[in-house]
């Protein structure tokens, strides 16, 4: 038996996680999965992890543990310290794009997790870079995946400045961005329509619909929507915009890279990693709403372009597909 630990907050009006895709995965490969902790309190979801491994210790082989930067941290150090007394194999997988700053600000912790650990598995590598840099050498780059056949591939010949945002409406993630890109556009004359998709995680998303107002830009606010549902509301659009200023390997520009969405890009955390500049993306500085602007128009102005990078992003898509990233996951839970 394997024990997955993570957060399971779908089910509480976020977005899914990756325990909750990667271990439906998983189970359809003939793992036995258990899977914790589903708890909306942050403290019961702690307790909730720990009894669950102490409860299957006599039959679990490995423990996989979703490690973040911010308070889940805590879940993966407490996990990490209790498969060490238990004498239980652990495997964290990487996803905070801040995680350096815990390797340098949380020293004794993160050795805790990740040197007694089996191996680290890193999505990114811009990660695994990072983690390099500060000594650690038990790691394993396993990209995020996603299953191709559910992202229909749309050929955009000629675009407009139709946007899409998918993401957490969070802080980290920059929304308020996305509207002033909308007014600058407006205000040199072009028909824009911006929609943003996402679940609501801190009160970025109240400042959006204020900035919003504030510069009488319309928004189509949709929430949370399925994976289906954003999907087909892709098709309506023609540029995907990601306004992060902070990140790690997000699923969400993956996933426009396989709908044959060009995409612009602020340049932070592992995105360079995943999207070259030109090639299969356009890159511009974090927080630069001109340079995002500049960006947006050259893809209008240039079909070829446009042909261009959203050929090579379907084509760099198809090295996440599930079809191949599972037997990277194959090989490191069956040794």
């Known amino acids: 038996m394997i024990v997955y630990v993570g957060n399971i907050v779908s089910g509480h009006g976020k977005t899914a996680t990756t325990i909750e895709t990667l271990g439906k995965l998983l189970q359809n490969e003939d793992f036995e999965i258990r899977v914790t902790s589903n708890k909306q309190n942050k403290i019961l979801r702690m307790f909730d992890m720990l009894w669950t491994v102490f409860k299957h210790r006599k039959k679990t082989s490995k423990v996989l543990i979703d490690t973040y930067s911010t308070s889940n941290f805590y879940y993966a150090y407490l996990v990490s310290k209790l498969c060490i007394l238990l004498k239980i194999k652990y495997i964290p997988i990487l996803h905070g794009g801040n995680l350096e700053e815990r390797l340098k ?46 992202y229909p591939f749309k050929e955009r010949k000629q675009v407009k400045a139709r946007l899409l945002w998918v993401r957490s409406f969070a802080e980290i993630y920059n929304p308020t961005m996305a509207i002033k890109v909308v007014n600058v556009l407006k205000n040199k004359g072009l028909e824009v329509e911006l929609c943003m998709v996402g679940p609501e995680k801190d009160d970025s998303f109240t400042k959006t619909k204020t900035v919003a107002k504030e510069l009488n830009i319309e928004v189509t606010f949709t929430g949370k929507l399925s994976k289906h549902d954003w999907i087909s509301r892709a098709k309506a659009y023609d540029i995907f915009i990601n306004t992060t200023n902070f990140d790690n390997m997000p699923v969400s520009l993956i996933e426009a890279m396989a709908l044959g969405m060009p995409i612009v890009s602020t340049n932070v955390g592992g995105i360079p990693f995943l999207i ?50 599972k037997n990277q996951w194959k090989t490191l839970l069956d040794s």
Do not use: R
Request: charged share 25%; proline share 3%; with cysteine.
């Open 105 to 150: 600000n949380s020293v004794s912790k993160s050795e805790t997790i990740f040197k007694n650990s089996e191996i680290n598995v890193c999505p990114s590598l811009f990660l695994k870079t990072k983690f390099e840099a500060h000594g650690y050498t038990n790691l394993v780059h396993i990209p995020n995946n996603i299953e191709l056949n559910d």
């Open 276 to 325: 070259e500049n030109l090639k299969d993306g356009l890159l511009v500085e974090s927080n630069n709403v001109n340079e995002m602007v500049k960006a947006i128009e050259k893809l209008i102005k240039s079909p070829e372009l446009v042909q261009k990078l959203t050929k090579q992003a379907k084509q760099k898509a198809t090295q996440f597909d599930w079809e191949i990233v």
